[in-house]
């Protein structure tokens, strides 16, 4: 019924792009807040960004900011993740997650994740 499906990741080397996507189905993914997260192998997942579904507002760790940018196309019912200059650190499964909150309840959907390898 609802699906969230990532694409986007490679092997790419250090300093490298990629531009992550995030493509909804079943929901208007306009109306949700969106995350990207991350997991590396061994390790618990970690949040990286977030985009407002009214404000439109960003915010980023860390560790992505100044790196990485989240944004929206309503059109396409989707979400990007731009990733620059690319370290071995940031290889992981990356996943999107998209939210909304209402009077009855909150509502959310994970995608299954693409993964992105950053090696020499």
């Known amino acids: 019924q609802v699906q969230l499906v990532e694409s986007g990741g490679d092997l790419v080397q250090p300093g490298g792009s990629l531009t992550l996507s995030c493509v909804a189905s079943?929901?208007?993914?306009?109306?949700?807040?969106v995350e990207w997260h991350r997991r590396a192998p061994g390790k618990k997942r970690e949040f990286l960004a977030q985009i407002n579904d009214i404000e439109g507002s960003l915010f980023y760790v860390d560790s992505v900011k100044g790196r990485f940018t989240i944004s929206r196309d309503k059109a396409k019912n989707a979400v990007y993740l731009q990733m620059n200059n690319l370290q071995p650190e940031d290889t992981a499964v990356y996943y999107c997650?998209?939210?909304?909150?209402?009077?009855?309840?909150?509502?959310?959907?994970w995608g299954r994740g693409t993964l992105v390898n950053v090696s020499s």
């Open positions: 079943g929901i208007d993914l306009s109306r949700h807040d």
């Open positions: 997650y998209a939210v909304t909150v209402t009077v009855a309840g909150r509502m959310d959907y």
